[in-house]
DNA sequence: CTTCTAACA
DNA sequence: TGTTAGTA
């Protein structure tokens, strides 16, 4: 598909997608008109490209993820860069922080908007427990137990979800084998 | 009409 | 990122 299909399907511009070309996050065929051609793969790649750039991961780091990890079928390059690892799980903990700070200003609002906040009349009766406790702080008692410390992703060899991360960023692929 | 590159009142 | 110019 040209560029202006792509972009309709993923929200992005035209311009955007050139950017993240530039950016070494895409690498499309070129017709011998010289006009960009996009696979079918490249739709969730882009809407994974966006999803992290909207919550604040720079091209350059996504970049790395794009080169950093295999694609489906490929054997994990050697060690998988456990640099590039710890390097996520600061994006993640800064992500954590500013879920906090927006719930903070969220909560701010409802102060400003009165007692009644639209989370309020929308569920029946009062925020459930989990919901005012900050992200923070789900971060360590909800669900899975979260990696903490210096704590290494267990090794994906064997494993039943091998590199999460390129299939999270690949949807078409990531449904395939995560559900 | 769509895309391309280059450039910026 | 938007947008415009001048093409192909």
């Given at each position: 598909m040209r560029i202006g299909e792509l972009a309709r399907r993923t929200g992005a511009t035209p311009r955007a997608l050139r950017y993240y070309e530039e950016q070494g996050l895409l690498t499309p065929e070129r017709r011998p008109s010289g006009y960009r051609e996009y696979g079918e793969p490249d739709v969730d790649t882009v809407r994974g490209i966006r999803t992290l750039l909207a919550a604040g991961l720079n091209s350059a780091v996504i970049a790395e993820i794009l080169h950093g990890l295999p694609g489906?079928?490929?054997?994990?390059?050697?060690?998988?860069?456990p640099e590039l690892l710890d390097g996520l799980a600061r994006e993640r903990a800064r992500i954590t922080r500013q879920m906090d700070e927006l719930a903070e200003a969220r909560g701010l609002l409802d102060a400003i908007m009165g007692a009644e906040a639209p989370s309020e009349a929308i569920?029946?009766?009062?925020?459930?427990a989990a919901d005012r406790r900050s992200a923070g702080e789900r971060e360590q008692t909800g669900g899975r137990r979260p990696r903490q410390d210096g704590e290494r992703r267990p090794?994906?060899?064997?494993?039943?979800?091998?590199q999460p991360v390129a299939r999270k960023l690949d949807g078409a692929r990531s449904r395939t084998v995560l559900e």
């Open positions: 489906p079928g490929q054997r994990p390059p050697g060690p998988t860069c569920r029946s009766g009062r925020l459930r090794e994906p060899t064997g494993g039943r979800h091998p």
